[in-house]
């Protein structure tokens, strides 16, 4: 993965509350995999959209890496088997943030056999698949789910985000 990955840019909790602070979330992975399926679900669960496809990142000086969206595809979110949909005309103002801060991504992945031993595979379930990207010379954190629980994969992605903040805020 690039300094400038494709994928889907949303910010899961943009109220940013104490309690609740928002994430940074870039979906990633294969085209067709259900990114955009899963972006969807993520908005009408009151989270926002930054950019889809091709958000632009930028460092800023103290070393955080923001996104953005390109003006030639503000608003817009292209969703397998409707369309190129206008998510502010849809949904409203409240489901777009301009910029936000990158704080983690999340891959999509095809369901696969595990090659590990059953306690490992039980390690492995139970802790997720976490890796980190290069982004922009940051290390960027990476979990990777398999679409196994397509069903419930924006539920997954929001409680891993919320999960991901709790986590940071401790240390």
């Not at 690039?2 to 899961?12: N, R």
């Not at 800023?60 to 409707?82: F, K, T």
């Not at 991504?105 to 290069?134: C, M, N, R």
Request: hydrophobic residues 45%.
């Amino acid at each position: 993965m690039g300094s400038t990955p494709h994928g889907t840019f949303l910010v899961i909790d943009p109220d940013n509350t104490p309690t609740r602070p928002s994430i940074g979330l870039l979906l990633v992975g294969d085209a067709g995999i259900g990114k955009s399926h899963t972006a969807l679900a993520l908005l009408d669960r009151g989270h926002a959209l930054v950019a889809d496809d091709a958000p632009c990142f930028g460092r800023e000086p103290g070393g955080l890496v923001y996104g953005s969206c390109p003006a030639s595809i503000q608003d817009l979110m292209e969703v397998r088997g409707i369309g190129l949909i206008n998510v502010r005309q849809l949904l409203g103002d409240c489901a777009l943030r301009a910029t936000h801060r990158l704080d983690m991504l999340i891959k999509i992945a095809a369901p696969t056999v595990t090659p590990y031993s059953l306690d490992e595979a039980s390690e492995h379930l139970l802790a997720g698949h976490w890796q980190t990207q290069d982004i922009l010379a940051a290390k960027i954190p990476m979990l990777t789910l398999h679409t196994q629980a397509a069903p419930m994969l924006a539920l997954l992605i929001q409680t891993a985000a919320r999960h991901f903040a709790l986590q940071r805020r401790r240390v």
